[in-house]
Every structure is written in structure tokens, then in C-alpha cells.
């Protein structure tokens, strides 16, 4: 993989990750609403844990990336 290629998969997976944070934030708003209303509020937490495994792959995808590029400017 080229530099110029793992760049912009970099660029990618840096507004992947910070999509996730949005949507992580979201979903923690909306769980605080339904525990406010005495909702059910278990659905929404099983869709926040799958969030967060989700938003952890991401994290782990985009230091790869990070350390991918490094590896491609500075080789040993």
C-alpha cells in the first residue's frame, strides 16, 4: 500500500470513528430520556453496547492505519 492509499483510507477511518462518537452520544441521550420517562430502556442499551464494540473495531482499525502510515514515512 502506497502512502497517498493509506491516507486517505486514514482520512476514512478518523471520520468513521468520530461518526461513532456521535452516535454514541446520541444513543446515551436517548437511554438518559427513557430512564427519565420510567421507559424501558433495555433495547436501547443492548444497541449501545453493540455501538461500542463497534466504535472500539473502529478505534483498533484507524491505530492501524496510523501506525501503517508511520511505518510507510519512517522505515526502519
Excluded: T
Amino acid at each position: 500500500m502506497c502512502l497517498v492509499e493509506a491516507l486517505e483510507l486514514l482520512s476514512d477511518a478518523r471520520r468513521y470513528v468520530a461518526d461513532g462518537e456521535k452516535s454514541l452520544a446520541h444513543q446515551r441521550k436517548i437511554i438518559d430520556r427513557l430512564d427519565r420517562q420510567g421507559r424501558d430502556d433495555l433495547d436501547a442499551l443492548l444497541f449501545l453496547e453493540y455501538l461500542e464494540e463497534m466504535q472500539e473495531q473502529y478505534e483498533a482499525h484507524r491505530d492501524s492505519l496510523e501506525q501503517r502510515v508511520i511505518r510507510i514515512v519512517r522505515p526502519e
